[in-house]
């Protein structure tokens, strides 16, 4: 099992450009997330899919989409990218009380 | 809201203990313990449902008292390996998919030196 992935690892971009993050999972688990990960911030949720077919706003959705394209796939995007999404981020998934966490994807925008 | 961890960072020697604290201004549900090392991606340790349990693993355990709306995390005889950061949750859980929404602290950074 290869639990969670996310593609690409790294990405640079400039100011304005638009990009997607994808996001697997192979553990047939119904709820994805995706966070950011910002210095001395913690985690933030950006936004969540509860199960296949819906999705809902987390704490800091602004600038952000998602598409739960099936249960195994949750991709994040960014359609005009600003210097303020400079950060890591993180997928999730889970169906009880853990959370299987990526690798991460670092994203760098200037 | 994010719960407030304290301390925000602790050095330690291995051997030692140390106590890392979460604290809520709202009613809380359950709480959630993950570790993450530099580079990392976050792991899951425990949970805690509201009830006032105490969970343990080997060395690390936890405890959740909900009145207070305050959780802590107990590691003794600490290792090298407890090094990184310690992030508590605050989960709420989904109705019929059986996951929470969890909201993170901002961590706490344990050191622990030879």
């Known amino acids: 099992n290869a639990g969670v992935t996310q593609t690409p690892k790294f990405q640079v971009l400039k100011t304005g450009q638009s990009m997607t993050l994808q996001c697997a999972q192979d553990?047939?688990?119904?709820?994805m997330y995706w966070y950011r990960q910002d210095p001395g911030m913690g985690l933030r949720l950006i936004y969540y899919?509860?199960?296949?077919?819906?999705?809902d706003k987390g704490e800091v959705p602004n600038g952000y989409n998602v598409s739960r394209l099936n249960k195994r796939e949750f991709s994040l995007r960014l359609e005009s990218a600003a210097p303020s999404q400079t950060s890591v981020y993180f997928c999730?998934?889970?169906?009880?009380?853990?959370?299987?966490f990526g690798p991460g994807t670092r994203l760098t925008v200037l | 809201q994010q719960p407030v961890q304290s301390p925000q960072a602790v050095i330690l020697r291995e051997g030692e203990d140390a106590v890392i604290n979460c604290s809520s201004s709202?009613?809380?549900?359950?709480v959630h313990w993950y570790r993450q090392k530099h580079g990392e991606a976050p792991v899951f340790l425990m949970i805690?449902?509201?009830?006032?349990e105490q969970k343990g693993h080997e060395k690390i355990s936890a405890s959740f008292n909900e009145k207070k709306q305050q959780s802590s995390l107990y590691l003794t005889a600490s290792q090298l390996s407890y090094s990184g950061t310690y992030f508590c949750?605050?989960?709420?859980?989904?109705?019929?998919?059986?996951?929470?929404?969890?909201?993170f602290g901002k961590g706490t950074k344990l050191s622990v030196i030879p």
């Open positions: 709202k009613a809380l549900y359950s």
């Open positions: 899919s509860a199960s296949e077919g819906t999705t």
């Open positions: 553990m047939n688990h119904n709820s």
């Open positions: 999730a998934s889970s169906t009880g009380g853990e959370q299987f």
């Open positions: 805690l449902l509201k009830g006032g």
């Open positions: 949750g605050t989960g709420h859980l989904y109705s019929g998919a059986g996951s929470y929404q969890l909201t």
